[in-house]
Every structure is written in structure tokens, then in C-alpha cells.
């Protein structure tokens, strides 16, 4: 069994940083990519960025230069540091990540996701 645990989420003014962090945990398998995705009130669940184990990045064009994703793939850790965070950037987020445990197919697994909520 492999779980995604995340933390970070909170309350911001405008123009204020959040770091979210995401851990997975179990034993026996492998992470080829993880990843943050968000969804807001009454929108579909966006692609926020996403990172491979090979340091492969990918970002959607609203968050570029303002956020950035980081690995640590000795802990199965993703983190996702926020930055001139703009009240546009309010949603839920999730962690997302594909792993292969031993003796299995590779699946996507989801975090129960940490909210994060931008002030005007």
C-alpha cells in the first residue's frame, strides 16, 4: 500500500509565499514522476506542475516563474514552493504521483489534497 501525504496548505495575503510538501509512503515501490494539480471552486482539476525522477519539469503557463517544483527522490519527497501567490492561485492541491510497486503496473495516485487560500 503506498499513501501521499501533503502539507504546507494555509491562508495568505497577496504576494505571499507557501511551500507544499508531499511524502510518499510505503515500501517496495519506485516514483517515476510526481506532481501538483489544483482545483478550484466550480473548475476542473488543473495541472499546477509536475517534476520526473530524471528532473524533468513542466509548469502551467500561469504559475511559470512564480512557482517551482522540486524532488527528493531518496524520500519520495515533492515539494512545490509558491511564490507572489495572486488570489487567482485559491484551490485545493494535490499531490499526484505515478509509482510502480514491485510485482505491479505503474498507477497514478492522489494525495487528499491541502488547501490553499489567497487574500486580496
Known amino acids: 500500500q503506498v499513501q501521499l501525504v501533503e502539507s504546507g496548505g494555509g491562508l495568505v495575503q497577496a504576494g505571499g509565499s507557501l511551500r507544499l510538501s508531499c511524502a510518499a509512503s510505503g515500501s517496495d515501490f519506485s516514483i517515476s514522476a510526481m506532481g501538483w494539480y489544483r482545483q478550484a471552486r466550480e473548475k476542473q482539476r488543473e495541472l499546477v506542475a509536475s517534476?520526473?525522477?530524471?528532473?524533468?519539469?513542466r509548469y502551467a503557463d500561469s504559475v511559470k516563474g512564480r512557482f517551482t517544483i522540486s524532488i527528493d527522490n531518496a524520500k519520495s519527497l515533492v515539494y512545490l514552493q509558491m511564490n507572489s501567490l495572486k488570489p487567482e492561485d485559491t484551490a485545493l492541491y494535490y499531490c499526484n504521483a505515478n509509482i510502480q510497486r514491485v510485482g505491479h503496473n505503474e498507477y497514478q495516485y492522489w494525495g487528499q489534497g491541502t488547501q490553499v487560500t489567497v487574500s486580496s
Open positions: 517534476i520526473t525522477s530524471g528532473l524533468r519539469t
